[in-house]
């Protein structure tokens, strides 16, 4: 049967993808104590003395990170047990998710990448066992341990290749160690030093080339995370691009494309906090222009989801700029001000909140003047011309 993903389509993907999982802490928690259970088991062949000795050792080691953790999560999992439980044994982990998971982990969306990857750390957790055993067994118990706790624990959207990933960050830098390893081993069977060197190199264009970096490394892109680059590296597989709203761009950012890149600075107002509902970083990837976010509040109601009121203590965003500061003449450096009359939502009959702009566009046009540009999905005032 199909992950969930495609069965239900982006709706469901998307929907959970700005859900908190409140399971993160809590799978992360083997990775963090399975290291008691390793040194607790691995003495077993010592004498008893020692044993008993190194046991001890450990009980005091745990008390000392056991007694934090159960400070910090007992009132969490007090508070909110049916939320907690509810997240667990609502999904489960399958071969094609497992499987785009490694990719992502690798970095990749090449299956013959991943397998001269995977192929490297066999060799390199090969040769690092030959020099100490006891190291690869401990991260294999470590990273192994904490994957089989994560599916036995089944937590919600598993199933979705950047959830998984993510629960196994942890292991990460350990698999990449073993890569190294095993790479560092076969350039060492290059017996001209030139010819390794130019072998690493011409490695190093090449994992640059079949990786996801040129494909967001434009000038500029100031959404480098946002889900429609990581998600999946795999676009054919990326609900963030197979799915997004069919609507035409308007025609203003494709005059800015003819711009200079990075030569002209909009405010795009309004926004969320959630990536599958504001169109910003397909707009720049057309317009090629800095952006900063506009905050509506209180200009077009007071908006709490995302939003912080103008003036708050301890704020300093450099890329935000509340609405009411630009109706002061504080244009924060930009050149236009754009106004989004309606929610770009991903799915398209997904239930988004959104200001009235259309009502408070009267106020905007008192202090600005009319628009340079308007049509059904935006209303765009130049700043500068007002200024």
């Not at 802490?25 to 008993?52: C, K, M, N, W």
């Not at 609502?90 to 690798?106: C, E, I, K, Q, W």
């Amino acid at each position: 049967m199909a992950p969930r993903a495609a069965r239900g389509g982006v709706g469901v993907a998307l929907r959970h993808r700005n859900r908190p999982c409140r399971l993160a802490a809590s799978d992360h928690v083997a990775f963090t104590l399975l290291p008691f259970a390793y040194y607790a088991i691995a003495p077993a062949s010592q004498r008893e003395h020692g044993r008993r000795r190194t046991i001890l050792s450990l009980l005091c080691l745990g008390a000392a990170v056991g007694v934090p953790l159960v400070v910090a999560l007992a009132p969490p999992i007090i508070a909110s047990t049916a939320q907690l439980t509810g997240k667990a044994g609502a999904d489960s982990v399958t071969l094609d998710s497992a499987y785009r998971t490694a990719l992502l982990m690798g970095g990749f969306a090449s299956p013959w990448a991943l397998a001269i990857e995977a192929a490297l750390f066999v060799v390199g957790a090969i040769g690092f066992a030959r020099r100490d055993a006891d190291f690869v067994a401990y991260i294999g118990v470590l990273c192994i341990g904490t994957g089989i706790a994560i599916v036995v624990a089944r937590p919600a959207w598993i199933q979705h290749p950047l959830v998984f990933a993510r629960y196994m960050l942890p292991a990460l830098p350990f698999a990449l160690l073993f890569v190294a390893e095993g790479a560092v081993s076969v350039v060492a069977r290059l017996r001209r030093p030139i010819v390794g060197a130019g072998a690493v190199a011409l490695a190093a264009l090449l994992l640059f080339r079949i990786g996801p970096m040129p494909g967001y490394l434009y000038f500029p892109n100031q959404f480098m995370g946002h889900a429609r680059f990581q998600f999946d590296y795999d676009d054919a597989h990326n609900p963030y691009v197979l799915e997004i709203p069919r609507e035409p761009i308007p025609a203003f950012y494709r005059q800015l494309a003819k711009r200079p890149p990075g030569s002209v600075t909009l405010i795009e107002a309004p926004w969320r906090l959630e990536s599958n509902f504001i169109p910003f970083p397909w707009y720049q990837a057309v317009h090629r222009q800095f952006v900063k976010i506009g905050l509506v509040t209180p200009i077009c109601g007071v908006r709490d989801f995302g939003e912080y009121p103008p003036g708050a203590p301890g704020l300093r965003f450099r890329n935000f700029v509340h609405l009411s500061d630009i109706l002061a003449g504080k244009n924060a450096g930009a050149d236009y001000l754009v106004m989004h009359r309606k929610a770009w939502k991903t799915p398209p009959d997904a239930d988004v909140e959104w200001p009235a702009v259309d009502a408070c566009l009267p106020a905007i046009v008192a202090n600005l003047g009319p628009p340079m540009y308007r049509d059904e999905s935006i209303v765009v005032f130049d700043l500068q011309a007002h200024r």
